[in-house]
């Protein structure tokens, strides 16, 4: 049986949905998004100093970025399932390190050819 429009406006999920969709969204755009460039800074910064990133801060940046994507999943109906903190945080995967590029081989000059007589 088709539904009214007066019947779909009236589900009390949908606008309790749209509650936790704007306050998804406040936190990415005022908690998350600022702690990505903080961490990015810090990163930036400390890479300066050692030559490489701070290991344990990678785990942390890892989990933020799996939550930033739970969240957009949510908001646009991706998926059903409320990000944190009412499910539990996202798991970090083990980060790997980025294998550094081996440096170009200098490539001698060709020979040049002897002519035979």
Same mark, same amino acid.
């Given at each position: 049986?088709? =539904? ?10 949908? *606008?309790?949905?749209? !509650?936790?969709?704007?306050?998804? +969204?406040?936190?990415?755009?005022? &908690?998350?998004?600022?702690?990505? *460039?903080?961490?990015? +800074?810090? =990163? ?21 970025? =799996? ?7 949510? &908001? ?12 539990? *945080? ?7 390190? +980025?294998?550094?590029?081996? +440096?170009? !081989? ?12």
């Amino acid at each position: 049986m088709a =539904q009214t429009l007066k019947e779909k406006l009236s589900v009390k999920d949908k *606008w309790i949905r749209l !509650v936790f969709m704007v306050l998804f +969204a406040i936190v990415v755009y005022f &908690i998350a998004i600022p702690l990505v *460039w903080i961490i990015g +800074a810090f =990163q930036f910064i400390y890479s300066l100093f050692t030559g490489k990133p701070l290991h344990t801060l990678l785990h942390f940046s890892n989990g933020l970025s =799996q939550y930033v994507h739970q969240i957009m999943a949510f &908001i646009t109906y991706v998926n059903e399932e409320k990000p944190f903190p009412f499910s539990s *945080w996202p798991g970090t995967k083990e980060v790997t390190k +980025a294998k550094p590029k081996p +440096a170009p !081989v200098a490539k001698k000059p060709p020979e040049p050819k002897k002519e035979e007589k």
